[in-house]
């Protein structure tokens, strides 16, 4: 009776033994598990200026796979979305607005001045003129590299007034002169700032680009700009716009409508301007009508059959610019000099009107 008492007793001490063990093999393998599942340990904290920099080359790599997504035509605040051209220099009188990332107490204005300087906190004067956007920031990220007060760098320039790189407009404009450009400028844009055309201005544009190796860029507008916009092309700080005067041709003698025909765009030929002029009088004589022309050696004189060109028998003539037409009058006893003469003079006071041919 007292042995079985006795491994009755031992076998629950056994149980509980086993239990125990059980018990704490599955809570150790608990614990190896929690710490896998628990969050990362965090790192001890830079230092400041480390942290500073170290945020400004994560913004930079951003900014970067930004612009390399972004698509070409988006806009931005910058100057370089506003003259959206290389060529954009940085000139005397320019005012800046200059910002370091996560640095706002390096953020400033500035003018450049007439040496082409620009005074920066830290880094002293820094030549800027005749330099890029882009290479103005990139040369002001490399004084402040190299001086040791911010790790990778990343500076961004704003143009608040460009008193250096306006846009030069000449010639047959309501107000010639020097106009701002900032921002996404047209040349409709700075036609229209100029007053528009004079009633004598031609259509033939000419604009010379600054730094530029090439020549001058030729536009032909249509009279009505409204109807044609594929030529409103884009105008970048420095340009120089010039509006010639239209090119006039003269139609004087026996016509309906003595006058000077202004041809903005285009070619005019003989049929053309009688058209325009009111045509040749009855008395006119036809088979002296001529064109009087200025060249090299003098005033020339070419015989047009009229009447042949009326008919259909003879081809039509181009008139140049500053051509003289000479309808005579049939039975007029007047010699050749005296002709030139009397068209030149009559020339002279003839009111001018536009021609669209």
Not at 58 to 70: E, F, H, L, Q, W
Not at 176 to 204: E, N
Not at 285 to 292: A, D, E, L, Q
Request: aromatic share 4%; net charge negative; with cysteine.
């Amino acid at each position: 009776m007292e042995f079985g008492r006795f491994s009755f007793a031992r076998a629950c001490s056994l149980l509980a033994l086993s239990l125990v063990f059980v018990c704490g093999s599955e809570f150790k393998a608990w614990a190896q598990q929690a710490p896998a599942s628990s969050p990362e340990t965090t790192p001890p904290a830079l230092p400041a200026a480390e942290a500073i920099s170290q945020a400004a080359i994560g913004s930079a790599r951003t900014n970067s796979d930004s612009a390399k997504a972004a698509p070409s035509g988006s806009a931005s605040d910058s100057v370089t979305a506003g003259a959206t051209s290389s060529s954009l220099r940085l000139g005397p009188g320019d005012l800046l607005e200059v910002g370091v990332y996560n640095v706002p107490e390096l953020s400033t204005k500035a003018r450049v001045g007439n040496s082409g300087d620009v005074y920066l906190p830290l880094i002293d004067y820094v030549h800027l003129a005749d330099l890029t956007v882009e290479e103005a920031q990139t040369l002001i990220e490399k004084r402040l590299e190299d001086g040791g007060f911010v790790r990778g760098a990343h500076v961004t320039i704003f143009l608040d007034e460009s008193a250096s790189q306006g846009v030069t407009i000449l010639g047959e404009v309501a107000k010639p002169g020097i106009y701002p450009a900032i921002g996404d400028r047209k040349l409709y844009d700075l036609i229209s700032a100029a007053g528009g055309f004079t009633p004598s201005a031609g259509r033939k544009v000419s604009i010379i680009r600054q730094h530029s190796q090439s020549g001058p860029i030729t536009v032909n507008l249509p009279r009505n700009l409204a109807d044609d916009l594929q030529d409103n092309i884009e105008i970048v700080p420095g340009d120089t716009i010039t509006i010639p005067k239209a090119p006039i041709i003269y139609v004087v003698g026996d016509v309906g409508r003595p006058a000077g025909l202004l041809v903005d765009n285009g070619n005019l030929t003989v049929l053309q301007a009688l058209a325009l002029t009111g045509g040749a009088n009855h008395t006119a004589k036809m088979s002296g009508v001529c064109i009087i022309r200025k060249g090299p050696t003098g005033m020339t004189e070419t015989k047009v059959p009229l009447k042949k060109m009326l008919e259909a028998k003879a081809p039509d003539v181009n008139l140049q610019a500053d051509d003289i037409l000479f309808v005579p009058l049939s039975g007029a006893r007047v010699a050749a000099s005296r002709g030139f003469e009397a068209a030149i003079s009559a020339a002279t006071g003839l009111a001018i009107i536009a021609a669209h041919p």
